[in-house]
DNA sequence: CAGCTATTTAGCCAAATAGCTAATATAGAA
DNA sequence: TTCTATATTAGCTATTTGGCTAAATAGCTG
């Protein structure tokens, strides 16, 4: 599964995953997300390319500036079919919810 | 975190992967596991020392051989962790008992 | 002890990664 | 158009990673 390795990949930079945690309060542009960090801007884009690769995030232009938000759901969907195959016992859910009809 | 950077950088690669999952089944000799793949013996040793330095795996000697086990509560832990804090709406805790809906 | 098996460690090399600066889009304003 | 702000892409370097073979370590057996 190609996409496990780039999930994991992506999740191993540890700017990457605090990138994440800065998007769980809500969609921020790429510039405001460099200015959370003292590495270069070039470098965060790479960051975000990277994190968008692996679908973590997702990306739209708002005139001028890109903003970025968490994709929450398939963090937790890709985390959670590794967990699913490779420790089912431990991995106990309550939600059946494979499907997503609209409920 | 440092620990989440080890864990994930060990779920990054595809061999290691395929690794945990073959340990599913029970206890495996690293010459077991090394017989399972196409790569060198030293390498998969490698990979082993990976694993254990991130927890995901335990290693106990049996005579000649070293065995390896899979830490499942350890990997769910981890990555549970994680989900917890970056997710934490998609991540559903996992409940004792079933009585304790509607809380 | 020597010999045998199982496994790891030591070097070495190619490819990938993450950082930087400089150059190149892209959008909006003058 | 030209200027400015925002972001990405290109090119470079140092470090890390994953593979190999050869050598060393650990434990059994004769």
Do not use: W
């Not at 995953?17 to 959370?36: F, M, T």
């Amino acid at each position: 599964m190609k996409t496990a390795s780039r999930t994991f990949r992506a999740l191993a930079d540890p700017t990457r995953r605090q990138i994440l945690q800065d998007l769980k309060e809500g969609e921020l542009a790429a510039g405001e997300i460099a200015a959370r960090f003292s590495i270069s801007g070039p470098s965060i884009s790479r960051h975000l390319s990277i994190l968008k690769a692996a679908d973590l995030v997702s990306e739209r232009r708002a005139g001028n500036r890109i903003l970025y938000r968490l994709e929450a759901d398939r963090i937790a969907a890709a985390l959670g079919d590794f967990l699913s195959t490779v420790c089912p016992t431990q991995f106990l859910h309550r939600r059946k919810a494979k499907k997503e009809r609209a409920s």
